[in-house]
């Protein structure tokens, strides 16, 4: 795909904002959400996103796609770690 990414970025963003309010609509059914907490973190949420997307303004596209994936592979190798202490453990 050529897509841009900022553009791949913003419409990550515009498929996540319906499904997530689907997502609160269903789990607040079920009472399963600490609206207290919830807020405190859509809040610090929020602030994270005005200042990353004014970040992302001033950042070429090349070094924010290298960045990206950064995070990504940070995430992976964080979610291998929990994974091998969980299952490690059983065996």
């Not at 005005?50 to 070429?60: D, E, P, R």
């Amino acid at each position: 795909m050529n897509t841009d990414q900022k553009m791949a970025q913003y419409i990550n963003l515009i498929y996540f904002i319906p499904t997530s309010i689907i997502s609160i609509i269903i789990f607040a059914k079920q009472k399963l959400i600490d609206f207290r907490l919830a807020i405190t973190i859509s809040l610090f949420g929020i602030c994270g996103s005005i200042v990353g997307a004014m970040i992302s303004l001033h950042i070429n596209t090349n070094i924010l796609r290298k960045i990206f994936a950064v995070f990504l592979m940070a995430i992976a190798i964080y979610e291998i770690i929990s994974w091998y202490k969980k299952y490690a453990k059983k065996a």
